[in-house]
């Protein structure tokens, strides 16, 4: 079920969850985020992948989210909806429960605290890949998951039918151009890291599934002229959104972007526990280069 290949290139927005100060969803900054980043140009939008605290959104959020982005896309930007974890069955019966009608394509993290074998890992991703009626994407976050998808395992996976690309974060550098190298010419290689996002482009990805782009409207920038081949222009831009990038992640995702929206007067900096709002430290070196 391979996709056009222009579909999700470009920028995806990996959307946070906005919420109330008591924890609830808030639909209306949800929307006001919609609209932001839409007009900023994001080419996708991702919806409850971690950045959106998928790990603490309930199954009925999930779904009030999902539909609630459906209804505000003038644009008809193409969805990448998260389908993550580490229980192969529940997500078996997951895909079974949800209404992939005005879905484009599934984000999927790796098995995450199990460290399954690569073997594992091939055997979970075809399992959801036979099951699920939209193609998949892959997602390699050793960094969150303990485990890492080899250039090896990516490979094998690209020949599935309905598996159509990877979000690759591994910052292996070295192990994403061997997947560019070696990759069938439809497999779409994703920047998972917004500060690799140049030079994955320089030697093959198609774009990034990015944090930053919640907000800055020079990240969008920055990819599509590193895509158009303005490398220098590109660069320049990365140079300049490379201190905010630092403080986004240092009291953990999305605390950083969160707090950065709330100073945008986007949404509120609250997120769900175990992560807590960003500390006034933080929150004041991010208004510092906000402000720059």
């Not at 603490?56 to 999902?66: F, N, R």
């Not at 193409?78 to 484009?104: A, C, K, R, W």
């Not at 482009?201 to 895509?227: P, Q, W, Y």
């Amino acid at each position: 079920m391979k996709l056009p290949q222009n579909q999700l290139k470009g920028v995806g927005v990996a959307l946070v969850t906005p919420f109330t100060e008591d924890y609830q969803l808030d639909l209306a900054s949800f929307e006001k985020l919609l609209a932001h980043t839409t007009a900023m140009g994001v080419d996708y939008w991702v919806i409850q992948g971690t950045t959106g605290e998928s790990p603490t959104t309930t199954a009925k959020e999930k779904k009030v989210l999902l539909e609630f982005a459906k209804k505000n896309n003038p644009n008809n930007l193409p969805i990448v909806y998260g389908i993550g974890g580490n229980n192969t069955e529940n997500l078996l019966q997951i895909i079974q429960e949800t209404d992939f009608s005005g879905i484009t394509a599934v984000l999927s993290a790796s098995p995450y605290y199990n460290k399954p074998s690569q073997a594992g890992i091939v055997a979970h991703y075809e399992k959801l890949a036979e099951a699920l009626p939209v193609p998949i994407i892959l997602y390699n976050v050793p960094g969150r998951t303990a485990s890492n998808l080899t250039a090896e395992t990516t490979l094998k996976l690209a020949q599935h039918p309905n598996i159509i690309g990877i979000k690759e974060a591994s910052g292996n550098l070295l192990q994403c151009m061997e997947i560019a190298r070696r990759k069938p010419e439809d497999f779409l290689l994703i920047s998972g890291d917004d500060m690799l996002t140049v030079p994955m482009v320089s030697f093959g990805a198609v774009g990034v599934i990015s944090v930053l782009a919640n907000a800055l409207k020079a990240f969008n920038e920055m990819t599509h002229l590193a895509l158009a081949g303005d490398f220098a222009k590109a660069t320049e831009k990365l140079f300049e959104i490379l201190p905010l990038n630092d403080l986004m992640y240092v009291e953990g995702n999305p605390t950083g972007i969160k707090q950065l929206l709330a100073e945008m007067g986007i949404c509120s900096s609250q997120v769900r526990l175990p992560l807590v709002k960003a500390s006034q430290e933080l929150t004041e070196k991010i208004r510092k280069l906000l402000k720059k």
